[in-house]
């Protein structure tokens, strides 16, 4: 039709690294209309969700993760999930990451060793290029936690990453009210990372 001109598609997300220099308009011919603008935008990969978690297979800790992820992968936004056991996590996959969720067990008023070992590896490799990172804290404890929320909340802040909710402690065993929280804190972190909101 003379003069009448569809609507170029306008996209919402985050740009991610290389998107400055990979970003081209892309007209797609389509009979009898006017070309339609496509951003190439709306094709980028989606963000990066690296989970770093401590504890033992088949403990509490390990039951709060499943629900974490299930929030994660289940809140209707795409992201790409990477878990890694944090005696296996690397600076590679810290600078992969766009958002972190980070899971441990209290241990002796503290993080797990494995989580400690985690930042005590990659703190100074990554010192300047993880700043600004969401992330979300849950924690197994047998009492309240807070010796290793507070542990965590000082080390978080050193790399300059943000907290995008308050650090989530289930004592004891967790019950359904808990994992519902914790699938809450990973649809949160999901979405909003792929919503550009983070
Ligand atoms: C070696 C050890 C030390 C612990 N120290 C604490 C502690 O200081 N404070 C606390 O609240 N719970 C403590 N707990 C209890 C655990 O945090 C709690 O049982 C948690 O749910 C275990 O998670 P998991 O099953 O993933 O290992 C300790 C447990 C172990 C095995």
């Known amino acids: 039709m003379a003069g009448h001109h569809a609507p170029e598609l306008v996209l919402r997300g985050r740009p991610r690294p290389g998107d400055a ?14 070309p339609v603008r496509v951003d190439s935008r709306c094709m980028a990969a989606p ?5 770093v978690y401590g504890g033992h297979p088949g403990g509490r800790t390990e039951t709060l993760r499943r629900a974490v992820v299930a929030g994660a992968l289940g809140c209707g936004e795409a ?7 944090a005696l296996q ?7 992969w990451a766009d958002g972190l969720l ?3 067990p209290e241990h002796f008023g503290y993080m797990s060793g494995a989580l400690k070992d985690f930042f ?3 703190f100074y490799p990554a010192e300047g290029r993880t700043e600004g990172r969401p992330y979300g804290l849950f924690v197994s404890a047998g009492n ?3 010796g290793t929320v507070a ?6 802040t050193g790399y300059r990453w943000s907290p995008i909710a308050a650090p989530l402690v289930v004592v004891g065993a967790p019950d359904a009210a808990a994992l519902a929280r914790c699938e809450e804190l990973g649809a949160t972190l999901a979405a909003g990372l792929a919503a550009g909101i983070f």
């Open 151 to 156: 542990a965590v909340a000082r080390i978080a």
């Open 79 to 85: 992201v790409e999930l990477r878990e890694r056991p």
């Open 102 to 104: 980070l899971g441990t």
């Open 120 to 122: 005590d590896r990659t």
């Open 89 to 95: 996590a690397g600076l590679d996959d810290l600078l």
């Open 21 to 34: 220099t990979q970003h081209r308009d892309r007209v797609a011919p389509t009979a009898g209309t006017d």
């Open 144 to 146: 309240d936690g807070s």
């Open 47 to 51: 963000p990066h969700l690296l989970l």
